[in-house]
């Protein structure tokens, strides 16, 4: 026998060998259904409901506190100061004594002027009965009369140098610091102290042109500061400037803060929140939201299988993410498990009923 017909008569055995190897592993020994006429494993997910909830947009700023009214207590005219009612961080009511100066000649210079004045008035008196009987001129009534003017400015003139003795409140609030002590000789204009009215305090602070026509009187502000950790405080827009900054592009903004009890003082720097919008939206964990490419979708379980559904997606806040379209308040969504979900699968449903708020607790732990 020749060499060709060996090895062709060796394939030939070989190719029944292995012919008869694959008829007898495809026999079914056990009665079970062949593995490609199964139908695919559920998956194991954990789903959550959509829920409805306000959802806020916001913009966040910066800004100093400034008192409702501020002035310096300053002398207006020199002298040595004989009385000081200045007590630092105490409120004190309007027209309220704060200091006074030594006013002894002020004083004597108004009782002269005083004395003056009724001696003139007297003598008009009498003028003025003698001029009925025509026992003086004209000419001598009028001159009595100048006089008497004469003596009143006097006396005004001598009144008011009194009262520039006295330094009082011109409006009620706190004091601050002095640096004076009584028997210390101050001059006009030196600073004794600072009153502020912190009955209400003023921020101002920038925001960006972008949210300039969003932005109006009476919207309402939170403001928090590291002095006070954990408390907020709650003001209102008071004014909103009318040009925008060419450069930094961005324009001012004042608001008003209650601060009945004088909790925030003058200077102290604050964190604000400015609420632009507030509106009802249906949303879920950001965990059930899958991006691919330029779609946006979730997978909805109804009746135990996952239905792919493509969204429309808004605002994250806290952990959940808003929908603004493809989805129902109370459908049920896979948060869980979704490497291996497909559109049809079946699903093995491990915990259910998580809403939108489990989310948030657990979003929360992470920045967005």
Not at 244 to 254: G, H, K, Q
């Amino acid at each position: 026998m020749s060499v060709w017909k060996q090895i062709l008569i060796l394939a030939l055995l070989a190719a029944a060998g292995y012919g008869g190897y694959g008829y007898w592993l495809g026999l079914d020994t056990s009665g079970a259904v062949p593995a490609e006429t199964q139908g695919p494993r559920p998956v194991s997910v954990e789903l959550a409901r959509a829920e409805t909830r306000i959802m806020q947009r916001t913009v966040e700023a910066v800004g100093t506190t400034r008192a409702l009214r501020s002035v310096e207590i300053v002398p207006e005219v020199d002298g040595r100061l004989v009385e000081l009612n200045i007590t630092p961080g105490t409120r004190v009511t309007e027209g309220q004594v704060l200091a006074r100066l030594d006013d002894t000649i002020e004083r004597a210079d108004l009782a002269q002027a005083e004395a003056v004045l009724t001696e003139r008035s007297q003598t008009l008196d009498r003028i003025r009965q003698l001029r009925q009987t025509n026992a003086v001129s004209l000419a001598a009534l009028e001159e009595a009369v100048a006089r008497l003017a004469e003596a009143e400015a006097a006396a005004d003139r001598a009144r008011r140098r009194l009262d520039d003795r006295t330094i009082t409140a011109p409006f009620g609030g706190v004091v601050g610091l002095t640096g004076y002590d009584v028997g210390a000789r101050v001059a006009e204009g030196e600073v004794l102290a600072r009153l502020d009215d912190l009955s209400q305090v003023e921020v101002e602070f920038s925001l960006p042109e972008t949210v300039f026509a969003q932005v109006s009187h009476g919207q309402r502000i939170t403001a928090r500061a590291a002095a006070f950790p954990g408390r907020e405080f709650t003001g209102t827009i008071a004014a909103v400037d009318s040009r925008i900054d060419p450069v930094s592009r961005a324009f001012r903004t004042r608001a008003l803060i209650p601060n009945p009890d004088s909790t925030l003082p003058a200077g102290m720097f604050l964190s604000l929140t400015l609420v632009l919008e507030e509106a009802e939206r249906v949303v879920v964990p950001e965990e059930a939201i899958v991006f691919q490419a330029a779609q946006t979708y979730v997978f909805v379980a109804e009746e135990g299988v996952a239905r792919r559904r493509a969204v429309t997606t808004g605002q994250r806040r806290d952990g959940v993410i808003a929908v603004t379209s493809g989805l129902e308040p109370g459908e049920e969504v896979v948060v869980r498990g979704l490497g291996r979900v497909r559109d049809g699968a079946p699903l093995k449903i491990l915990a259910r009923d998580r809403d939108a708020t489990a989310g948030r607790a657990r979003g929360a732990e992470q920045p967005t």
